[in-house]
């Protein structure tokens, strides 16, 4: 086993195999980029090294630059994580030249996947069941068309060049065929520089369901189960999770072993995944083999009780695989959705900016936090904005969703837009909580997805913001009647108590753009509030960040971030956020006290 090695990563997956590296009592090299300087990777690490400045082009990618690091330190191994150099065989080969392991595939294993039509080939030979179609080398618009007209429509045109769904034509009738293969050779042109086309019967409602291998040096090679990660947006992972909804034992089993014969048909070592297209009636496709471990491999981890990164290691160092296929076993149910910094109801645009308020579900046996942050950092606009992944495992599909679903309310985000409040609503959403999945899923439950806040008046979130303020104001005059007068403070300032008056108080506040007012009387228990139009009698107490809120007799739990008057209110419906502007009192009356 190796002594040290070094993470040619950042982020979630950086701290991930740190701490597995650890716990198996192997010194860990970080590097980083300017930007990264203060990251938590590089505090984990037993070492880091700064390999330039931020953009991945002149850092991470630098593979030199990396080699020399690896050379300097003493790092045995290097592993790469995923994106940046996982996938790159000339990375691969330098690494061999300077007699450091890299942890993964060897390069040909890379290269042989690198292109559509030639892993289909290789799969063709290997006995790996293809989507029917023609992948061949005649391009002859002919050809391409007559192979259509044998399959039927509709038909799916790929470049062999594209990936991820870039460079994907559906051609839904005969006659539309010669204007879409004009259509998609010029965009595979212009997108590739290669207009080399395949043809594919189109699955209207396939799932994308993937399998975990893994390979020794000694020509051992196991399947892990399977992953379901249909629910994409964009090509995108949305949701992932293990075992498939639905999956039969025998279904596994062919899959599994058809995901291992790929796996040996390309001299494979590591961790590696097989995905396929799985058609309503159980048929299933190879789509295409990731020679990476996978961001969704959790999952897997925690159905089979199995630490991939530990496998990885051992894989990598020569030793034999922990399990044979018959000691591998499953149990359970798990669940990842990745928490990114983007704004859902903005086109998921990512955002960036600082975590001013960050507090995650409590991690234990159901629940686990895949993260590369800590409150106070930056979400980076050179990186993938990902914050974290929120992993849940449970006895049964029900349970874990239901385990998800909670903790994603407890994963509270104030200081950017988060998308954990459409995760929730997709986790919530009634088809997929049966199972309803197939890779247009979202498309298909859009309007529920993407709706705005629902909620009565006493939910409203206004509501419990308003009731924050005042039961804070209440604390700071509470705590200023016992310390020092000073008057400084913006809370000292808000009174809404005035002579001969009943007691009565505008809390204005700024709601994205729009200025919103909640007029306040004091009761002797509480306040009377009028919130958009609507009366309530509200009470409650602050404790920390945990508001105890009383609205009309319901009482509802809350949590309050509030920055300079930035307040952020979450609750199960998500997180609301407004600016709290100073109570609208007249200024003459600081004069008068001010003298
Ligand atoms: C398909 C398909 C339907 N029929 N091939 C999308 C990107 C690449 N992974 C392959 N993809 C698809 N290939 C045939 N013959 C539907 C898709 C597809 C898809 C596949 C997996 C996960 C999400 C997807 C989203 C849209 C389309």
Same mark, same amino acid.
């Given at each position: 086993?190796?002594?040290?090695?070094?993470?040619?990563?950042?982020?979630?997956?950086?701290?991930?195999?740190?701490?597995?590296?650890?716990?198996?009592g192997?010194?860990?090299?970080?590097?980083?980029?300017?930007?990264?300087?203060?990251?938590?990777?590089?505090?984990?690490?037993?070492?880091?090294?700064?390999?330039?400045?931020?953009?991945?082009?002149?850092?991470?990618?630098?593979?030199?630059?990396?080699?020399?690091?690896?050379?300097?330190?003493?790092?045995?191994?290097?592993?790469?994580?995923?994106?940046?150099?996982?996938?790159?065989?000339?990375?691969?080969?330098?690494?061999?030249?300077?007699?450091?392991?890299?942890?993964?595939?060897?390069?040909?294993?890379?290269?042989?996947?690198g292109?559509?039509?030639?892993?289909?080939?290789?799969?063709?030979? $290997?006995?790996?069941?293809?989507?029917?179609?023609?992948?061949?080398?005649?391009?002859?618009?002919?050809?391409?068309?007559?192979?259509?007209?044998?399959?039927?429509?509709?038909?799916?045109l790929?470049?062999?060049?594209?990936?991820?769904?870039?460079?994907?034509?559906?051609?839904?009738?005969?006659?539309e065929?010669?204007?879409?293969?004009?259509?998609?050779?010029?965009?595979?042109?212009?997108?590739?520089?290669?207009?080399?086309?395949?043809?594919?019967?189109?699955?209207t409602?396939?799932?994308?369901?993937?399998?975990?291998?893994?390979?020794d040096k000694?020509?051992?090679?196991?399947?892990?189960?399977?992953?379901?990660?249909?629910?994409? /947006?964009?090509? +995108?992972?949305?949701?992932?999770?293990?075992?498939?909804?639905?999956?039969?034992?025998?279904?596994?089993?062919?899959?599994?072993?058809?995901a291992?014969?790929?796996?040996?048909?390309?001299? @494979?070592?590591?961790?590696?995944?097989?995905?396929?297209?799985?058609?309503?009636?159980?048929?299933?496709?190879?789509?295409?083999?990731?020679? /990476?471990?996978?961001?969704?491999?959790?999952?897997?981890?925690?159905i089979?009780? +199995?630490?991939?990164?530990?496998?990885?290691?051992?894989?990598?160092?020569? +030793?034999?695989?922990?399990?044979?296929?018959?000691?591998?076993?499953?149990?359970?149910?798990?669940?990842?959705?990745?928490?990114?910094?983007?704004?859902?109801d903005?086109?998921?645009?990512?955002a960036?900016?600082k975590?001013?308020?960050?507090?995650?579900?409590?991690?234990?046996?159901?629940?686990?936090?895949?993260t590369?942050?800590?409150?106070?950092?930056?979400?980076?606009?050179?990186?993938d904005p990902?914050?974290a992944?929120?992993?849940?495992?449970?006895?049964?599909?029900?349970?874990?969703?239901?385990?998800?679903? +909670?903790?994603?309310?407890? @994963?509270?985000?104030?200081?950017?837009?988060?998308?954990?409040?459409?995760?929730?609503?997709?986790?919530?959403?009634?088809?997929?909580?049966?199972?309803?999945?197939?890779?247009?899923?979202?498309?298909?439950?859009?309007?529920?997805?993407?709706?705005?806040?629902?909620?009565?008046?006493? $939910?409203?979130?206004?509501?419990?913001?308003?009731?924050?303020?005042?039961?804070?104001?209440?604390?700071?005059?509470?705590?200023?009647?016992?310390?020092?007068?000073?008057?400084?403070?913006?809370?000292?300032?808000?009174?809404?108590?005035?002579?001969?008056?009943?007691?009565?108080?505008?809390?204005?506040?700024?709601?994205?753009?729009?200025e919103k007012?909640?007029?306040?009387?004091w009761?002797?228990?509480?306040? /009377?509030?009028?919130?958009?139009?609507?009366?309530?009698?509200?009470?409650?107490?602050?404790?920390?960040?945990?508001?105890?809120?009383?609205?009309?007799?319901h009482?509802?739990? $809350?949590?309050?971030?509030?920055?300079?008057?930035?307040?952020?209110?979450?609750?199960?419906?998500?997180?609301?956020?407004?600016?709290?502007?100073?109570?609208?009192?007249?200024?003459?009356?600081?004069?008068?006290?001010?003298?």
């Open positions: 086993m190796f002594n040290k090695i070094l993470i040619a990563n950042r982020g979630e997956i950086a701290c991930r195999v740190i701490r597995t590296a650890h716990r198996l192997i010194r860990c090299v970080a590097i980083y980029s300017e930007a990264d300087a203060n990251a938590m990777h590089v505090a984990m690490a037993d070492e880091a090294v700064c390999v330039g400045p931020a953009p991945s082009k002149d850092s991470y990618l630098k593979m030199d630059t990396i080699l020399e690091v690896a050379k300097q330190t003493g790092a045995q191994a290097i592993h790469p994580g995923y994106g940046f150099l996982s996938e790159n065989a000339p990375f691969v080969q330098k690494c061999q030249e300077a007699d450091i392991v890299f942890i993964g595939p060897p390069a040909s294993a890379i290269e042989a996947m292109s559509k039509s030639a892993a289909k080939r290789i799969m063709e030979e $290997a006995n790996v069941p293809l989507v029917p179609g023609y992948h061949g080398e005649d391009q002859d618009p002919a050809l391409l068309k007559r192979h259509s007209d044998e399959m039927g429509y509709p038909v799916l790929k470049a062999t060049a594209g990936g991820g769904g870039k460079g994907m034509r559906v051609v839904w009738a005969a006659d065929f010669d204007s879409a293969l004009d259509a998609a050779k010029r965009e595979a042109m212009n997108g590739f520089a290669d207009d080399t086309m395949l043809v594919e019967k189109y699955l409602k396939p799932r994308h369901v993937e399998i975990q291998v893994f390979c000694h020509g051992n090679s196991v399947y892990l189960a399977e992953r379901d990660c249909s629910v994409q /947006r964009r090509h +995108q992972k949305v949701v992932e999770e293990a075992p498939a909804p639905g999956m039969s034992d025998e279904l596994r089993k062919a899959m599994g072993e058809a291992v014969r790929a796996a040996e048909a390309i001299g @494979y070592e590591g961790a590696g995944t097989v995905e396929f297209l799985l058609d309503e009636d159980g048929s299933f496709y190879f789509m295409e083999m990731n020679t /990476r471990l996978q961001v969704e491999h959790p999952v897997t981890e925690l089979t009780g +199995q630490d991939l990164v530990e496998w990885q290691l051992k894989a990598a160092s020569g +030793q034999t695989l922990p399990l044979s296929q018959d000691e591998v076993q499953i149990n359970g149910h798990a669940v990842e959705v990745r928490i990114y910094a983007e704004d859902p903005n086109d998921f645009l990512p960036t900016g975590l001013e308020y960050l507090r995650t579900p409590e991690e234990n046996r159901y629940v686990r936090v895949d590369g942050v800590r409150e106070g950092d930056e979400v980076s606009i050179y990186y990902m914050i992944k929120l992993i849940v495992w449970d006895e049964n599909r029900d349970r874990a969703m239901q385990r998800m679903s +909670q903790a994603l309310t407890e @994963y509270r985000i104030a200081g950017m837009k988060t998308n954990t409040h459409f995760l929730k609503r997709l986790i919530d959403n009634s088809a997929f909580r049966a199972a309803e999945l197939d890779t247009g899923f979202i498309e298909k439950h859009e309007e529920d997805l993407f709706s705005g806040h629902g909620g009565s008046h006493s $939910a409203n979130p206004l509501a419990l913001a308003a009731l924050y303020t005042l039961l804070k104001q209440g604390q700071q005059r509470q705590a200023e009647a016992v310390h020092s007068h000073d008057t400084t403070s913006p809370w000292h300032q808000f009174n809404g108590w005035r002579l001969n008056e009943e007691p009565a108080l505008a809390v204005r506040f700024k709601v994205g753009d729009e007012s909640v007029q306040v009387n009761l002797n228990q509480g306040f /009377r509030l009028s919130v958009d139009g609507h009366i309530v009698i509200a009470d409650g107490k602050l404790e920390d960040d945990v508001l105890k809120a009383s609205f009309n007799g009482n509802r739990n $809350a949590f309050v971030a509030e920055l300079e008057g930035h307040i952020t209110v979450f609750t199960d419906q998500g997180a609301f956020e407004c600016q709290w502007l100073h109570p609208d009192l007249d200024n003459h009356e600081f004069e008068e006290e001010g003298g």
